[in-house]
């Protein structure tokens, strides 16, 4: 069984930074990808954020090119999300995500971007 435990959200400012961590513990099957999802207040859905995969290569979601890093790797078993230039839509709970043959998912971290 994997376990997922985030870190690092809270109230951020416009413009500001905040960086979110993931700690996985575990045995992974197969060779999935880590990354992180975001579901902002009365959504239905969690939207994708960003992903490292095995080979350390990277993908973004549109929203956050240029703003946000996704770090760390699935060999190790950690990712981190720097957020930068924080802006108010980035407002959500976030989620760590292990995808491969089974998808597991974190428990989430609010994130706030208020003035």
């Known amino acids: 069984q994997v376990q997922l435990v985030e870190s690092g959200g809270g109230l951020g400012q416009p413009g500001g930074s905040l960086t979110l961590s993931c700690v996985a513990s575990?045995?992974?099957?197969?060779?999935?990808?880590m990354g992180w999802y975001r579901q902002a207040l009365g959504s239905q859905r969690r939207d994708f954020v960003a992903?490292?995969?095995?080979?350390?290569?990277?993908n973004y979601a549109d929203p956050v090119k240029g703003r946000f890093t996704i770090s760390g790797s699935v060999a190790g078993k950690s990712v981190f999300l720097q957020m930068s230039n924080l802006q108010p839509e980035d407002t959500a709970v976030y989620y760590c995500k292990v995808h491969g043959i089974v998808d597991y998912w974190g428990q989430g971290t609010q994130v706030i971007v208020s003035s």
């Open positions: 575990g045995v992974f099957i197969g060779r999935p990808s």
């Open positions: 992903a490292v995969y095995q080979d350390g290569s990277t």
